[in-house]
Antibody
């Protein structure tokens, strides 16, 4: 059974870079059937889509984060990562990594079917 | 960006009740919508995709439907383990967007 696990610092100072890794076990991230995504949730608030990456390396970012965000793949280690520059307090959130799956026959209905447990990142000096 | 307006933001219900949660898209998104359940301190869980297809392993009391740009999640016979927050998510185009969430509480 494929599993995802987030890891990274729990505390980041304002203006610095938030770096997270999502390690994928039990399956390859190079399958053409999936995207790999990041979703975040500020404390007590709703879910916010951050961005996705395809096995080819194509990336799709939230417009509100795009100027500060980089998502990349490391196929040799079967993981993908998130880097968010110049963080502010509003970037404090639980960050989830997830697998975006194509379901259906002739038409792909995409959905996030597997999620990591999430990791809390606090931006504070 | 496509906006999803989810309602109500919260509701109180009793075990055995029939519960409906709505999600309205700001434009046509065909059937590209999913429903997720989130319990406190846990990751979201996929319940329904393609507006009405039940994810494997999800109880049959959960169902989804679509009428134009209006989507509905129905729980027929609420169980104690169903008290949670529910989100819709559109997968029609980028940027992907979530509804604001509906918290289902015990009456």
């Amino acid at each position: 059974q494929l599993q995802l696990q987030e890891s990274g610092p729990g505390l980041v100072k304002p203006s610095e870079t938030l770096s997270l890794i999502c390690t994928v076990s039990g399956g390859s991230i190079t399958s053409s059937k999936y995207y790999w995504g990041w979703i975040r949730q500020p404390p007590g608030k709703g879910l916010e889509w951050v961005g996705n990456i395809y096995y080819s390396g194509s990336t799709y970012y939230s417009p509100s984060l795009e100027s500060r965000l980089t998502i990349s793949l490391d196929t040799s280690k079967n993981l993908f990562s998130l880097k968010l520059n110049s963080v502010i307090a509003a970037d404090t959130a639980v960050y989830y990594c997830a697998r975006r799956r194509c379901s259906g026959g002739d038409w792909c209905f995409w959905n996030f079917d597997l999620w990591g447990r999430g990791t809390l990142v606090t931006v504070s000096s | 960006a496509i906006q999803l307006t989810q309602s109500p933001s919260s509701l109180s219900a009793s075990v055995g009740d029939r519960v409906t949660i709505s999600c309205r898209a700001s434009q046509d998104i065909r059937n590209d919508l999913g429903w997720y359940q989130q319990k406190p301190g846990k990751a979201p869980k996929l319940l329904i995709y393609a507006a009405s297809t039940l994810e494997s392993g999800v109880p049959l009391r959960f169902s989804g439907s679509r009428s134009g740009t209006d989507f509905t999640l129905t729980i027929s016979g609420l169980q104690s383990e169903d008290f949670a927050t529910y989100y819709c998510l559109q997968d029609y185009n980028y940027p992907q967007t979530f509804g604001q969430g509906t918290k289902v509480e015990i009456k």
